[in-house]
């Protein structure tokens, strides 16, 4: 309960936000030791998005309790600051930090306070982070190119380790999209899901599988890598009677066998059959993101009958001219704090071309009008029944727009559209 209650006490519009001392003055705190310990940069571990959480010291091995998180990509803080972490959900909350006025020392005019600390996850346990200083040869390169199919397998374990909790279960709480996946799964019961064998990839809490058992499915197989095929079991124990409980969802008793494991488990291709259809909730920002859709793709390889329903069936990337002052400038005043001639009595100027790089360049994840846009938008189909591997790791997406109006183009805006469309 280190953390509990304590001020934030610096905070920087567009660079970070500081806090971790007790005092609340930015001069106080230790580390669990009961002294300074030294820094921990890690050439693999960078300051290359917003969220990053890393070391705060008053100098070199001056490091005690005090951490920061980015505004934005930081690299001029490579090297120096031991990077510990990621923010992995909140981003809203940051945003509102960001917001709040300063006065001295960038100090928080209004008061904030860090409630709690909590770990979700070890965002860092990338194997793309740990670093070796031997370099690849061409066995290991040509061994590489041959395995897409390992490559997903041993994806990131810090995703599986957040999908793992409940409250990151967000489907769950989109209306829009948790009622299109039950509008067509039942409606499509009778041809698809009735007497059938059914296969639910990254189940997550089980949602889908349980709208499958609905729609008339003999039996389904849930799987799912992360922790929550535990909490899905409590599920299916509370459909059958049991020592003086209540029984809950009685339709879902041994209906559904759930495969605690990752898709692309060799082991599961002589453990669980071919089935008639394949749902799963692979969408991830842009489409592709998180890289779902592999598994899912992988999954039809290896598992769908010739003939099989996949739901969603195939999905449309959208892109558009984007023209949204607001965000612009948004954007700008973030870069504009590397323009300044005083910072601490140094001038810092020469780092705000780089900076407008950086932000600019930079995806933003959010909503927006759709009055902003300048046209049509061009699209990129993807049929989940035919698309390749390699087609979802590297595609082209050819643009021809007619603008009907004058106006400045900010940026170019994507949204991606998901079809569930019963196989000919």
Known sequence: NYYDNTLIHRNIRGFLVQMGDP???????????????????????????????????????????????????????????????????????????ERVEVG????????????????????????????????????????????????VLHRDPSYFQYYSQLQHQNMLQDHVRTSAYHSAITFNGPSLFRDRLVMDVGAGSGILSFFAAQAGAKHIYAVEASGMARKMQLMLDSAKPGAGSRVRNAYLADRITIVSAKIEEPSLLSQVPQVDAIISEPIGVLLVHERMLESFVYARDKFLRPGGAMLPSSGTIHLAPLSDAALWNETITKARFWQQEAFYGVDI???????????????????????????????????????????????????????????????????????FVPPV
């Open 23 to 97: 005092q609340g003055t930015g001069k106080g705190g230790t580390s669990i030791w009961g002294r300074k310990f030294s820094d921990e940069p890690h050439p693999a571990l960078k300051h290359d998005r917003r969220g990053t959480v890393s070391m705060a010291g008053a100098g070199a091995d001056s490091n005690g309790s005090q951490f920061f998180i980015t505004y934005a990509c930081q690299p001029s803080l490579d090297g120096t600051y031991g990077v510990f972490g990621r923010v992995i959900d909140g981003e809203e909350t940051l945003a509102a930090m």
């Open 104 to 151: 001295k020392k960038y100090r928080p005019v209004e008061e904030i306070r860090l409630k709690s600390v909590t770990i979700h996850a070890n965002p860092l346990a990338d194997p793309s982070c740990i670093h070796s200083s031997q370099p690849a040869d061409s066995h290991a390169e040509k061994d590489a190119a041959k395995r897409d199919d390992d490559e």
């Open 349 to 419: 100027n020469p780092y705000f071309a780089p900076s407008l790089d950086e932000y600019f360049s930079s995806p933003v994840v959010g909503c927006f009008s759709p009055t902003t846009l300048m046209s049509d938008s061009a699209v990129h189909p993807v049929d989940f029944h035919t698309v390749t591997m390699s087609e979802l790791k590297e595609f082209v997406v050819r643009i021809e727009w007619h603008v009907g109006y004058t106006g400045v183009m900010h940026g170019v805006a994507g949204w991606f559209d998901l079809a």
